[in-house]
């Protein structure tokens, strides 16, 4: 009875923060985030403006390895917490997660989870495979609605968007939720026709030089894309140095989080189907 005891106590004390199936994974990223909340503290991370905030952590952790598939593990959808290795995209919500704290302590586990679960699903609600905000104009739209971001793009010279989205479901068969459950296209289609009701603006990649200079650190960069059917291929975080935009980034071609070496209109510039840029302003939060 004395061991049963034990073992249901640390069951317990691991539930909060369960997020993947096995024991071992929770210990790895709460003993990641406890390093990073000595680190949060120490910087005074959590008197940083949000803009300032962004790049702090996501500076932390400059060497984390790229992995593609994390948030794919689970047979039906589930939150994923995972802080050892990132795509561009888990890199950049989780950052933004820690980001909106207001301390940083072991107490606030729960509230880092519940940011991720807002930023990564639609009304912050997990129902099913197609609640995940698979399409970044859509997640930025979404952020925009939550007051968590502003869409400046327009404002910052941007034109109207060209691409519609239909890849996800033009390619269901090479995911394997909707291989498991074909139902859940036709939802699918149905958010891509809501997507492609917008009217969303870019920065063509020619014209960011001359407006790199109205990107603030801290802003979020997706990257827009010519492939028909999609609508960015990237996202990252901007980083100015010395008067000049840099990309802070989980990179597939660098296999970690790294910043890139060119300036963002170079680095655009350099990768033949990108097509411009979209930017998403992150909006300082009133902590309760």
């Not at 010395?242 to 350099?270: F, M, N, W």
């Amino acid at each position: 009875m004395k061991n049963l005891v034990i073992l249901f106590l640390i069951t317990f004390s691991f539930g909060a923060f369960a997020c993947s199936p096995a024991d071992s994974v929770y210990r790895k990223d709460q003993t990641l985030l406890k390093h990073f909340f000595e680190y949060a503290n120490k910087k005074e991370i959590a008197k940083l403006p949000i803009n300032e905030k962004v790049v702090a952590i996501g500076r932390y952790f400059l060497e984390t390895p790229y992995v593609g598939g994390t948030l794919d593990i689970n047979p039906q959808e589930k939150l994923v917490v995972n802080l050892r290795e990132f795509d561009c995209v888990t890199f950049v919500d989780n950052v933004i997660a820690l980001a909106r704290l207001d301390k940083y302590e072991e107490q606030s586990i729960p509230q880092f989870q519940k940011n991720l679960q807002e930023i990564r699903y639609r009304n912050g609600k997990i129902v099913d495979y197609t609640s995940r905000l698979h399409y970044s104009s859509d997640w930025l739209y979404e952020m925009t609605c939550l007051n968590l971001l502003e869409d400046i793009t327009k404002e910052k010279g941007g034109i109207p968007f060209p691409n519609k989205v239909s890849f996800i479901s033009q390619n269901w068969k090479k995911y394997p939720a909707l291989i498991q459950d074909s139902t859940l296209v036709t939802k699918i289609i149905d958010i891509e026709k809501t997507i492609n009701g917008r009217t969303y603006y870019y920065i063509p990649k020619e014209k960011v030089l001359p407006f790199a200079g109205q990107i603030k650190t801290g802003d979020i960069i997706l990257i827009t894309t010519k492939k028909k059917g999609l609508d960015t291929a990237h996202v990252g975080i901007a980083i100015e140095n010395e008067g000049q935009i840099y990309l802070l980034h989980a990179s597939v071609s660098d296999k970690k989080v790294s910043v890139t070496t060119e300036t963002l209109p170079d680095y655009l510039q350099r990768i033949t189907s990108h097509s411009g840029i979209m930017i998403g302003r992150l909006i300082n939060f009133k902590s309760n």
